[in-house]
């Protein structure tokens, strides 16, 4: 299932300079990709969670930029550290040292996922034209890109009681994936897109109902009264999301 985001994800792959707070001295590590929202970081170095952490970050050339993160998810691969961050905080003037950074480095990543036929104009200016490829190839690609998503969805399976806030009703529903961001729904009732909803789960630690808001963003029928949504959460719960995993 794709994630439908507002800004693309660039696949960097490259080594750059990580400096945690007042730490004296930078860390090595490899951006993996990199958006207006996060990033995806692998570093031996293990990073605080459940805390907002300040950093700066050291790219090719004159991209150097401060940020406030939070750790959305963390894995641990072969003895390496894979981090995917959240930018907290993040100024105007660090993202357009981003995109700069992008469009110099990364041509193109910029045309394959800022306009569908984009990659065709770089490659025809560098006389490598692919005559296989077509508008049907980069959507391809970026569903695959989407797979690499900050907001890593996690399967899991919690009661939930939603209330329609647009006709006032309310629903039962399970959910079948969450992340920091965004919940994939189960329910008997087919909800219209961007219909906003109040959200309880039902934590399995017994303990208060978690709460939250946000809007269908796409919906998928599995048969007859049966449908599967995406709902995108208004913030991004950093901390609802850690109690979830805890219970």
Same mark, same amino acid.
């Given at each position: 299932?794709?994630?439908?985001?507002?800004?693309?994800?660039?696949?960097?792959?490259?080594?750059?300079?990580?400096?945690?707070?007042?730490?004296?001295?930078?860390?090595? /590590?490899?951006? @993996? &990709?990199?958006?207006?929202?996060?990033?995806?970081?692998?570093?031996? +170095?293990? =990073? #605080?969670?459940?805390? %907002?952490?300040?950093?700066?970050?050291?790219?090719?050339?004159?991209?150097?930029?401060?940020?406030?993160?939070?750790?959305?998810?963390?894995?641990?691969?072969?003895?390496?550290?894979?981090?995917?961050?959240?930018? /907290?905080?993040? @100024? &105007?003037?660090?993202?357009?040292?981003?995109?700069?950074?992008?469009? +110099?480095? =990364? #041509?193109?990543?910029? %045309?394959?996922?800022?306009?569908?036929?984009?990659?065709?104009?770089?490659?025809?200016?560098?006389?490598?034209?692919?005559?296989?490829?077509?508008?049907?190839?980069?959507?391809?690609?970026?569903?695959?890109?989407?797979?690499?998503?900050?907001?890593?969805?996690?399967?899991?399976?919690?009661?939930?009681?939603?209330?329609? =806030?647009?006709?006032?009703?309310?629903?039962?529903?399970?959910?079948?994936?969450?992340?920091?961001?965004?919940?994939?729904?189960?329910?008997?009732?087919?909800?219209?897109?961007?219909?906003?909803?109040?959200?309880?789960?039902?934590?399995?630690?017994?303990?208060?109902?978690?709460?939250?808001?946000?809007?269908?963003?796409?919906?998928?029928?599995?048969?007859?009264?049966?449908?599967?949504?995406?709902?995108?959460?208004?913030?991004?719960?950093?901390?609802?999301?850690?109690?979830?995993?805890?219970?």
């Amino acid at each position: 299932m794709s994630e439908h985001r507002r800004f693309p994800r660039w696949q960097v792959n490259q080594q750059a300079k990580l400096k945690l707070g007042q730490a004296e001295e930078d860390v090595l /590590c490899q951006v @993996r &990709d990199i958006n207006y929202k996060g990033m995806g970081v692998i570093l031996g +170095a293990k =990073l #605080p969670q459940d805390v %907002a952490l300040k950093l700066t970050l050291r790219l090719a050339g004159d991209c150097t930029f401060d940020a406030e993160v939070w750790v959305a998810w963390a894995k641990v691969i072969d003895g390496v550290n894979h981090y995917g961050l959240y930018f /907290c905080r993040l @100024r &105007d003037a660090d993202k357009e040292k981003i995109y700069r950074f992008v469009h +110099a480095h =990364l #041509p193109k990543e910029l %045309a394959k996922n800022w306009w569908p036929d984009g990659l065709k104009v770089v490659e025809k200016q560098e006389d490598n034209v692919d005559n296989g490829y077509n508008k049907n190839n980069a959507e391809q690609e970026s569903e695959e890109t989407d797979d690499h998503r900050i907001f890593e969805r996690f399967p899991v399976n919690l009661s939930a009681r939603y209330l329609n =806030l647009d006709t006032g009703k309310e629903g039962l529903a399970n959910t079948q994936d969450v992340s920091a961001k965004g919940l994939g729904l189960l329910t008997n009732e087919e909800l219209k897109l961007h219909t906003a909803l109040e959200i309880w789960l039902e934590m399995k630690d017994k303990g208060d109902l978690l709460y939250t808001r946000g809007e269908v963003v796409w919906i998928k029928t599995v048969d007859t009264n049966n449908y599967k949504l995406g709902v995108e959460l208004e913030k991004a719960d950093l901390m609802g999301i850690s109690r979830v995993f805890k219970s």
